[in-house]
């Protein structure tokens, strides 16, 4: 059983403001004995949001944060949000709005630029960005590329963290060296969506029971997650809200203590500087 002074951390969800469960995901997760989430913004155009300037993204970022203080009313620990320009937005704006890859490069980056305005201001943990998961034509990917980079400047300016959204691999060591050339230390990159075994940035495990095995047994940072979607038309489409602490008791009924230890208390201070004993 997860007893009253275990942190439980999703690290990667989303919720949505206006039309699915919202509140109701975050009760779920409370009512299993989850106590902590990093609450990521929805991308800007599932909100309605068809950014043509950088200031676009503020009405995301602001939806996104009332939210977030919403949610930690429910918790035992507290919430806090992650902001930043999902990555896909670059397909969206070459293929179906005409823009050139470096007009595209250029919008995201003030997005970034943006979301970098509420870390300073305590309002947000950590930034997001990374670079589309399907393939895409060099200049797209180059495009990408120069975005995510932004983010690990911002974010060394800001000594905060970086989560990625990245094609699926075992190996970013090449991008945890980006981060690091930005003055940016790889243990603030985490790989969301992250198998157990991952080179380079923290892996942000999705809460299968395989991949977080091999995440318990290599004893190195890692972090869980659902990468719930709050998305009524895609109900099935990620784990659900209540699958965190599920497997946080799966683990410790395993005699995996060190790793929910690693993953909920150790990892998270590591990465974002956060204290989730001392919150809850």
């Known amino acids: 059983m997860i007893d009253d002074e275990t942190p439980v951390l999703d690290n990667h969800l989303h919720l949505d403001p206006d039309n699915h469960r919202g ?22 155009w599932h909100l309605g949001v068809e950014a043509e300037t950088g200031e676009d993204f503020r009405d995301v970022f602001e939806r996104t944060i009332e939210i977030v203080a919403a949610a930690s009313e429910e918790l035992e620990g507290r919430a806090w949000p992650v902001l ?36 300073e201001a305590g309002d947000a943990l950590a930034l997001k960005s990374g670079r589309p998961h399907y393939d895409v034509e060099d200049a797209v990917w180059d495009a ?23 094609e699926a691999s075992e190996d970013l060591t090449e991008v945890a060296e980006w981060a690091e050339e930005a003055g940016l230390p790889r243990h ?3 790989k969301h969506y992250a198998g157990g075994r991952l080179a380079g940035p923290i892996p942000s495990v999705m809460c299968e029971k395989d991949a977080l095995e091999t995440a318990a047994e290599r004893g190195e940072p890692f ?3 659902t990468d719930y979607i709050d998305d009524p038309d895609r109900p099935g489409a990620v784990l659900g ?5 599920r497997r946080v008791r799966w683990l410790l009924e395993n005699g ?3 790793a929910v230890r690693n993953a909920h208390v150790e990892t998270p201070e590591l990465v974002y500087g956060i204290d989730t004993e001392g919150t809850l």
Do not use: W
């Not at 989850?34 to 991308?43: D, M």
């Not at 490069?105 to 870390?119: F, N, P």
């Not at 809200?241 to 602490?245: Q, Y």
């Open 84 to 119: 930043g320009v999902h990555p896909g937005l670059v397909s969206r704006l070459v293929d179906d709005r005409g823009f050139g890859p470096e007009e595209a490069r250029d919008l995201m980056q003030a997005g970034i630029d943006v979301a970098a305005e509420y870390v």
């Open 188 to 190: 603030n990159v985490v």
């Open 23 to 44: 509140i109701d995901a975050v009760r779920d997760f409370a009512h299993k004995g989850g106590t902590h989430l990093l609450v990521v913004n929805k991308p800007s």
């Open 223 to 225: 972090l869980m997650e």
């Open 144 to 166: 990408s590329n120069a975005v995510m980079r932004r983010a690990f400047e911002r974010a060394a300016d800001l000594e905060c963290a970086v989560q990625l959204h990245t």
């Open 256 to 258: 995996h203590e060190s």
């Open 241 to 245: 809200p209540k699958t965190v602490p």
